[in-house]
């Protein structure tokens, strides 16, 4: 396999799971705010913004989860712009980190 082969498999591989995980889980934020259902408990927010888990839940799901699967389609598709798309998937995946652990990052 060659290695520009190999490395968008990789990525494909990245996106998908990270784009699956995340619509997964943002789908339990959503349905059971408190975080029971993923054995969270909302104590855990209590420095952050937030104070149950629907918010976070809802960019899980929009941020990482439906745009990782759309730059995987981008990729695989092997489109020209599919670069620029990687970099504003990451681009989106630390502006959610920040969302919901700013205060650590502050």
């Known amino acids: 396999m060659k290695k520009k082969a ?3 498999f990789g990525i494909l591989i990245l996106l998908l799971v990270n784009g699956l995980s995340s619509i997964v889980s943002g ?11 993923m054995g969270l ?9 937030f104070d ?10 929009l941020f990482n989860g439906i745009s990782s699967l759309f730059v ?7 489109s ?7 970099i504003l998937q990451g681009m989106f995946q ?3 980190y920040c969302s ?6 502050i």
């Open 6 to 8: 190999l490395t968008q």
């Open 27 to 37: 789908l339990l934020f959503i349905k059971n705010p408190i975080g029971l259902s």
């Open 41 to 49: 408990h909302t104590s855990i927010l209590k420095q952050r913004p």
């Open 52 to 61: 149950t888990f629907l918010v976070p839940g809802i960019i899980l799901v």
């Open 72 to 78: 995987l389609w981008k990729v695989a598709r092997t």
């Open 80 to 86: 020209r712009d599919a670069g620029y798309w990687l």
């Open 94 to 96: 630390w502006m959610d």
């Open 100 to 105: 919901v652990d700013y205060v650590e990052i």
